[in-house]
């Protein structure tokens, strides 16, 4: 749907203010007003747009399947060759150090000057009403360019120092005659799309409504996925050498909304029981949540570690607790802890497009606690990478790839089981805690895990 464009003079106008949270509908749109001035400073082109968002000086928000709604006026003491008015919404992905990838353009036009009784001059208004679509299509890349692909519209992402942006405009054009420069004036707007986590096992929403003790994977089957055993394998107080299987289990469904906490099960089996309650502290387990951000020709592939190691971004975005189950004593060659790892309301939904995407990983890494030294590449799990179930790569013992909604199925509000006066813990340097080189924009160089 892209339009050619001459070349233009423009103006593009953003809030200062960071791009709004997720609200729900105000009684009122909220209503933003730009303005465009001459060369003497007198105010002659406006853009009214009406938001989601709390206030005015906040970025225009706008959630999936919106109709975006407002008015041009212009304001011209003479006729200057105008030959139309536009209105656009327009949206492209850009990596750094290269040109964007426009991959959205709806344009609407308000005023031509070949269907006009008379030349444009004076005051005019013009309403529009843009309709957001909810997919786009994208010509794929290489040789079979002929070929589109579509995807849903990916929300908006900005970030100090990321490698890859996606930014999306509302733009009113005001046409010119071939030899003259079209002038424009836009701002940037807020798209979210509202994304609804699956609902949960009946007997984990009983638990919710009720406030009972979540039951565990073994008497509610459709409530976990067990992810495969994992030897956790190394050396006690430097004597002996001990193997341990570990298991861990996580509430499904694998989509948990913002600000919900992620259930947790793991359980460590073996015949030592002075490495079980060694390593069967909450401190000794380090799972945390990773956020990848792939830029790219392999941005849409399945499995990161495909693309070059340079074009891959790490970091993590939580990190989980333990305690000890409370379901009976400790059995002989088995520990229980429970968990829990919150999603911070914070966080950016997660999405798949060509040339940038985002996704979410639940990672563990080899135990730590004194006296335990791990052995040398007994990793024994999952590419933390893929999530992929088989292959380990680098140190994660294993990993499993979840989504990030914005919102839980509708009448589900999760609870926290975290024991009285149990505190979050500190988020800690995930790069240094894996021995990972990292530079300004936590970049993980080469360890692929």
């Known amino acids: 749907m892209s339009t050619k464009q001459r070349r233009s003079s423009s103006m593009v106008l953003s809030s200062e203010a960071d791009p709004p949270s997720y609200v729900s509908r105000p009684p009122d749109f909220t ?117 589109q692909q579509v995807y849903p519209l990916p929300p908006t992402f900005s970030e100090r120092a990321s490698p890859a942006y996606i930014d999306y405009k509302l733009v009113v054009t005001v046409r010119k005659s071939a030899f003259r420069v079209n002038q424009t004036l836009a701002t940037s707007f807020v798209y979210l799309p509202i994304i609804k986590a699956d609902p949960p096992s009946h007997l984990r929403q009983l638990a919710y409504r009720e406030g009972s003790a979540l039951i565990g994977p073994e008497g509610d089957p459709d409530g976990w996925k067990v992810l495969p055993s994992v030897t956790v394998a190394g050396t006690i107080f430097g ?44 401190s000794a387990v380090r799972l945390h949540l990773i956020r990848l951000r792939l830029v790219g020709s392999h941005a849409v592939q399945d499995d990161p570690a495909a693309g070059r190691s340079n074009n891959v971004f790490r970091d993590s975005v939580g990190t989980a607790f333990f305690w000890p189950s409370d379901e009976g004593a400790p059995q002989p060659g088995a520990r229980v802890l429970q968990g829990e790892l919150e999603v911070k309301k914070g966080l950016k939904l997660g999405f798949v497009f060509p040339r940038f995407s985002l996704r979410y990983t639940l990672v563990l890494l080899p135990f730590q606690a004194p006296g335990f030294v791990p052995s040398a590449g007994h990793s024994g799990g999952a590419s933390a990478a893929s999530g992929s179930g088989a292959g380990a790569v680098g140190e994660a013992l294993l990993s499993e790839r979840i989504a990030i909604a914005s919102v839980n199925a509708p009448g589900v509000v999760p609870r926290s089981y975290a024991p009285p006066g149990y505190v979050f813990p500190e988020e800690g340097d995930y790069n240094n805690t894996v021995g990972y080189l990292e530079n300004g924009n936590q970049r993980f160089y080469h360890h692929g895990f």
């Open 31 to 147: 209503e933003h007003r730009y303005q465009l001035e001459d060369s003497k400073g007198r105010p002659w082109l406006w853009l009214t747009v009406k938001s989601r968002s709390r206030e005015a000086r906040q970025l225009p928000l706008f959630f999936d399947r919106d109709t975006i709604t407002g008015s041009v006026e212009v304001d011209l003491d003479k006729a200057e060759g105008s030959k139309g008015v536009l209105i656009s919404v327009t949206a492209g992905v850009t990596a750094v150090g290269q040109d964007e990838i426009k991959f959205l353009d709806v344009t609407s036009e308000l005023w031509d000057a070949r269907s006009a009784p008379s030349k444009l001059t004076g005051k005019h208004s013009w309403p529009y009403s843009v309709t957001l679509p909810t997919e786009c299509t994208v010509p794929e890349r290489g040789k079979n360019k002929q070929r």
């Open 239 to 282: 004597a002996r050498q001990v193997e341990l299987q570990c298991t861990v289990a996580l509430s499904k469904p694998l989509t948990y909304a913002l600000g919900s906490p992620i259930p947790i099960v793991l359980t460590l089996r073996g015949s030592d029981e002075q490495a079980l309650d060694l390593l069967a502290t909450p």
